[in-house]
Structures are given as structure tokens and as C-alpha cells.
């Protein structure tokens, strides 16, 4: 019996982060209609990035749990594989964890990565977007998503994401407002 705990505890790992955890009841997600709120957060490469420099482009800002672990690196590979049609409908794509920027950096490189992974281990911009949670007694980013328009302002969000399909959901609810 004791060799079926460890195979149980790993499958519940990653489970809990393929789909997400509870979000805290004091924490508020922004929601449509509303500003963004700005931020500056340093990425993979320890470049500086502002969510204000990207005025005039559409904004994917993901939030997810941990580089390297399964749910993250699928979600992750499929927003890379659809980044040409990301680029085409003006859309930059922004994912946001606890994770450092060295983990960032061995996540990018692990994985062939090429947008901009922010560094938020102070948890400021997650707990603003009401994205932070806890697994185990960790903190990490909830599974959520904002979709900002070229003026900054929140058009749609999605939480508890499905990282297998979710590329897919951006792009089609990025198509649909651009209509």
C-alpha cells in the first residue's frame, strides 16, 4: 500500500497545477471595463517591462503557478506554437508567476520560450490581479487571464484556465472583439 502513495501525491500535484487553486476570498479580480492595472516586472532576460509600453497592441496577461511543471509548460508551448498569429492580430503575450528570474530564464531556454515570462516573487502585480493563491502551503499565481485592449482597459478574463485549449480561447475571444 505504501508504494501507491507517492505515484497518488504526484498525480494530485499535478493536477492541482494543471487546473489551478482556490483563489483567497479577500482577493478582487479587476474585471471588464476597468484600467488594467500598470506594473513594471522584470523578465527572463532581467529586461525591465511595463504593462504601459504596450499602448496601442492587445495584451494576453496570463498568470500561472510554476515554470517546468506540466500544466504550465503545456499552456506555455501552446500560447509559443500561436505566437505568428498572436503577432498578426497585434497581440503580445505576457505571463506572469512567482517564480524567479533565473527560473524564468531555465524555463525560456528549457522550452524554446520566446515572450516575456515576468518575475513576480514579491507577489505586488499578482495579488493586484486577485491571481494569488496557495498550494501546500506555497504562494503561486492562479490560472487566470486578462485580455487588454490597445487603450488598457480589462475586455475579457478567464479563470481556472484549462492550459490544454486556452491559446485557442484568447485567439478566438481576440477575434471576436476585433470584429
Known amino acids: 500500500m505504501r508504494k501507491l502513495t507517492f505515484p497518488i501525491l504526484a498525480a494530485a ?11 483567497a476570498a479577500d482577493e478582487a479580480l479587476p474585471t471588464v471595463g476597468q484600467a488594467a492595472p500598470t506594473f513594471t516586472l522584470p523578465s527572463q532576460t532581467g529586461e525591465e517591462v511595463s504593462l ?21 509548460t503545456i499552456e506555455a508551448h501552446n500560447f509559443q506554437r500561436d505566437q505568428a498569429k498572436f ?32 518575475a513576480d516573487p514579491n507577489h505586488k502585480v499578482v495579488d493586484e490581479y486577485g491571481s494569488l493563491g496557495s ?27 484549462d492550459p490544454t485549449h486556452h491559446s485557442e480561447e484568447v485567439l478566438a475571444a481576440l477575434s471576436e472583439l476585433k470584429k
Open 13 to 23: 500535484l499535478a493536477v492541482a497545477f494543471s487546473f489551478g487553486t482556490a483563489r
Open 52 to 72: 504601459t509600453s504596450y499602448r496601442g497592441k492587445w495584451v494576453v496577461l496570463y498568470f500561472y503557478p510554476k515554470d517546468m511543471t506540466t500544466g504550465c
Open 87 to 118: 503577432d498578426a492580430d497585434n497581440a503580445v503575450i505576457l505571463g506572469v508567476s512567482v517564480d524567479t528570474v533565473d527560473s524564468h530564464k531555465q524555463f525560456c531556454t528549457k522550452d524554446g520560450l520566446t515572450f516575456h515570462l515576468l
Open 135 to 161: 498550494f501546500m502551503g506555497l504562494k503561486i499565481a492562479n490560472r487566470n487571464t486578462f485580455l487588454i485592449d490597445p487603450h488598457g482597459k480589462i475586455v475579457k478574463v478567464w479563470t481556472k484556465v
